[in-house]
């Protein structure tokens, strides 16, 4: 069984400083990776995804997520955070022919101004 | 637009009722889920579908059923609710299960009292 664990449940940062949220997974076979973005009172959607290829992975909105297999993680980084990137942020791994993504408990990230 | 609607948005629901979350979309995915969202808690499925015709439980199943009769449609049903049941509860599809990034609703949020 597979399992996601969002080391940090807040995240505060100033608008314009960098940020990393971080995800680590367990699994016994290949996985499939995703982050998800949540904004107040929405459902969620897709930011990026791994599936196979380069480790770095470039999403939406400036975001990046790089795969790193020997520590497990799949950790999300942006340069320069803006007031509007305030929400949840949700980490989800697949093992490989897996029909059931498994969620991350969530990461709320707050940017102030 | 395409995509997945959920409805009620909201709903205030006394303890013992039966109620019927629904769930349509319009993308023919093959596979679709039922979470709930908690504070803390992040998402946890209560059932899946592969496929039209099959069902499968997800990690919180008991206090509810699903029915997938046909490929747009994954109904979830509360027989008798309970106020553990208070919670924002999630639909998503996936076209390939979990290689493909799932698609949110917008979400129901519903108050046992």
């Known amino acids: 069984a597979q399992s996601v664990t969002q080391l940090d449940s807040q995240v505060p940062v100033f608008e314009e400083a960098p940020v990393e949220l971080r995800c680590n997974y367990s699994?016994?076979?290949?996985?499939?990776l995703f982050w998800y973005v949540q904004y107040p009172n929405q459902g969620l959607q897709l930011l990026l995804k791994?599936?196979?290829?380069?480790?770095l992975v470039k999403g939406i909105n400036g975001f990046e997520a790089e795969f790193n297999k020997s520590q497990t993680s799949f950790h999300l980084r942006k340069p320069s955070v803006h007031i509007s990137d305030t929400a949840e942020y949700f980490c989800?791994?697949?093992?490989?022919?897996?029909?059931?993504?498994?969620f991350g408990r969530g990461t709320s990230l707050i940017v102030h101004p | 637009i395409a995509g997945i609607t959920q409805a009620p948005t909201s709903q205030i629901l006394a303890a013992g009722r039966r109620m019927t979350l629904r769930c349509t979309q319009d993308?023919?995915?093959?596979?679709m889920y039922w979470y709930r969202q908690d504070l803390g808690l992040g998402l946890r499925l209560i059932h899946y579908?592969?496929?039209?015709?099959?069902?499968g439980k997800g990690e919180v199943p008991d206090g509810y059923s699903v029915s997938r009769a046909n490929t747009d449609d994954f109904p979830l049903t509360l027989a008798s609710a309970v106020p553990s049941q208070t919670s924002v509860y999630f639909c998503?599809?996936?076209?390939?299960?979990?290689?493909?990034?799932?698609?949110f609703g917008q979400g129901t949020r519903l108050t046992v009292v």
């Open positions: 998503a599809s996936s076209e390939a299960g979990g290689i493909t990034e799932a698609f």
């Open positions: 699994s016994s076979v290949s996985v499939y």
């Open positions: 791994y599936l196979s290829g380069s480790t």
């Open positions: 989800a791994v697949s093992p490989g022919g897996s029909y059931i993504p498994t």
């Open positions: 993308m023919r995915h093959n596979a």
């Open positions: 579908s592969n496929t039209a015709g099959t069902t």
